[in-house]
């Protein structure tokens, strides 16, 4: 990993721990090489999506398309490659060509029945270089908001439930990447 996008997601993962979660120091990191970009020297970055958690960042590697009927299917990975977080502090994206779109959540069943119950979060975000990044969501960094969103989806011990990031190309394609809730 760069060292740029190491910050950048580091210092992110090392937010204010117990507070409300704000934007980071990666914020002006992104700044400062935005402004680098324009300038033409073009920061080095790591292509891939990651979540940002309290201990740590971690690359999401699994992902899910759109089948029949807006359920969806694992093509990359399988939900036991998913990592699993309480409280989800962001998640920086640096995939060319690929924008973060939205973030849902949803339970297992999305994977099963196209009435699964889905829940779009609100979120925000900052262009960190060209293609990179970083997108907070206030709903998923607190425990308690965690829970009720997953009652509000149906999940359970038994059928969990995942906040996705979903990332889109210029065309319309959509990649969901998973994080399990606990």
Do not use: C
Request: net charge neutral; proline share 5%; aromatic share 8%.
């Amino acid at each position: 990993m760069s060292a740029t996008l190491s910050a950048i997601v580091l210092s992110a993962a090392l937010l204010h721990v117990g507070a409300e979660p704000q934007f980071s120091a990666a914020f002006d990191e992104g700044r400062r090489n935005a402004a680098s970009d324009r300038a033409g020297a073009q920061p080095e970055t790591v292509n891939g999506v990651f979540v940002i958690t309290r201990h740590g960042p971690i690359e999401l590697i699994a992902y899910a398309e759109e089948a029949g009927r807006g359920m969806l299917k694992m093509q990359s990975g399988s939900l036991e490659d998913v990592p699993v977080a309480a409280e989800v502090l962001g998640f920086v994206s640096a995939m060319p060509t690929w924008a973060p779109d939205d973030v849902i959540v949803g339970s297992r069943r999305v994977f099963e029945d196209e009435r699964a119950e889905r829940r779009s979060l609100r979120k925000t975000g900052l262009q960190l270089n060209t293609y990179a990044v970083e997108l907070r969501v206030p709903e998923l960094a607190r425990r308690d908001t965690v829970k009720s969103l997953l009652k509000d989806v149906g999940a359970s011990a038994e059928v969990p439930g995942y906040a996705f990031v979903v990332l889109t190309t210029s065309s319309g394609y959509r990649r969901f990447y998973p994080v399990g809730l606990k």
